[in-house]
């Protein structure tokens, strides 16, 4: 889940007369909904060489949203989604890494999705990677495929599945999502460098196994024009066998939190501004087994973006920046998380109802 997504919807149809909302999920729901919740989180860890998919949707009565953190809404019934995603993430370059720094990547991603039910939206992710190191050469390429399966729920008197209509008071109640996603090895490992050697593992735009990964969300109106969004993910990647090595990048653990504000809205016009807060954790690579040094850590971002919808139609453009950081050997470290001079991404999305 790598390539920076991110979705937005337009308005879904309301019903303003009064609350109708579905039965509660049945305990034996929630319970299986809890074991597969644990189980990926006990098997799904991350890297982090690549962009993120994050989920959002908005409309133009409903709740805010954010261009990284994961909102809990899912798309509507029968509706198609589509997306382009870039996302530009210059590196520091380090003296000790001279003179092969990693100098520049850029994840590119095309989205598709559907509302299959009110509560359970399919997307896929291709991204399109492109990676530079000096010295090395420019490495650029199709990544791995990503297919995702979304779950929207709510808490009204109840746990409660999402309707397919919800009033602009149903709108206010805390929803939740619920996520899972699995790459599949569509991106190549064995592109080779202008010196006609295998880029190192973390220069592919392939990883070269599937890897799952599991999402929680939660999303709450604070008033009409402001709305709150947190959300955890975890995923995980397995050992691959490159053409020089065995590697398997570590995990990595994403708490996001997000305040939007509808700062200005006029008939189907609506533009709205983000703050976030992204902790990323990531475990030490390994290589045949062995952790590596001058790899892993944590980080915490801090990002501002903007959104305009127009009906269906969506344009977000942010920035994201490293305020705090431990890296493990940090001093060895370049062109990984937290050593950016800045995370930037614009995303245009167009959504319509069958």
């Not at 009064?18 to 074991?35: C, D, E, R």
């Not at 994840?107 to 359970?120: Q, Y």
């Not at 990883?207 to 799952?212: A, I, L, R």
Request: net charge negative; proline share 6%.
């Amino acid at each position: 889940m790598r390539a920076g997504t991110h979705i937005d919807r337009c308005g879904r149809s309301r019903d303003l007369r009064h609350k109708t909302g579905p039965s509660p999920v049945p305990t034996s729901g929630i319970l299986a909904l809890t074991a597969l919740g644990a189980a990926l989180l006990v098997s799904a860890p991350a890297h982090a060489h690549h962009g993120v998919a994050s989920l959002g949707v908005a409309g133009p009565e409903g709740p805010g949203t954010a261009l990284e953190t994961t909102s809990a809404m899912p798309l509507p019934r029968l509706a198609v989604f589509g997306m382009l995603k870039t996302e530009l993430v210059p590196f520091q370059h380090r003296s000790h890494a001279e003179p092969e720094n990693k100098s520049l990547s850029s994840f590119n991603t095309a989205a598709l999705g559907f509302g299959v039910l009110p509560w359970l939206s399919a997307y896929v992710f291709q991204p399109y990677n492109l990676k530079v190191q000096d010295g090395v050469g420019a490495n650029s390429g199709p990544g791995d495929t990503n297919v995702m399966l979304s779950l929207g729920a709510k808490w009204d008197e109840g746990l409660r599945l999402v309707p397919e209509k919800e009033s602009l008071d149903e709108l206010a109640d805390l929803h939740v999502g619920l996520w899972v996603s699995l790459t599949l090895p569509a991106g190549p490992t064995n592109e080779l460098d202008d010196r006609g050697q295998p880029f190192a593992p973390d220069m592919q735009t392939g990883f070269g196994e599937p890897s799952p990964a599991f999402g929680l969300s939660l999303l709450k109106q604070a008033s009409e024009d402001f709305t709150w969004l947190g959300e955890i993910n975890y995923q995980h990647f397995f050992m691959h066998r490159y053409p020089t090595t065995v590697y398997r990048f570590g995990g990595e653990t994403r708490v996001n939190t997000a305040l939007a504000w509808r700062a200005y809205a006029a008939g189907r016009f609506r533009a709205d501004v983000s703050g976030e807060l992204c902790f990323l954790h990531l475990q030490r690579d390994q290589e045949r087994g062995t952790d590596l040094e001058a790899s892993g850590g944590s980080i915490l971002y801090a990002g501002l973006g903007v959104r305009a919808s127009y009906a269906g139609f969506s344009a977000a453009l942010g920035a994201r920046y490293a305020v705090a950081k431990s890296l493990n050997e940090q001093a060895d470290q370049q062109g990984s998380e937290g050593l950016e001079m800045l995370r930037v991404s614009l995303a245009l999305s167009y959504s319509i109802g069958l």
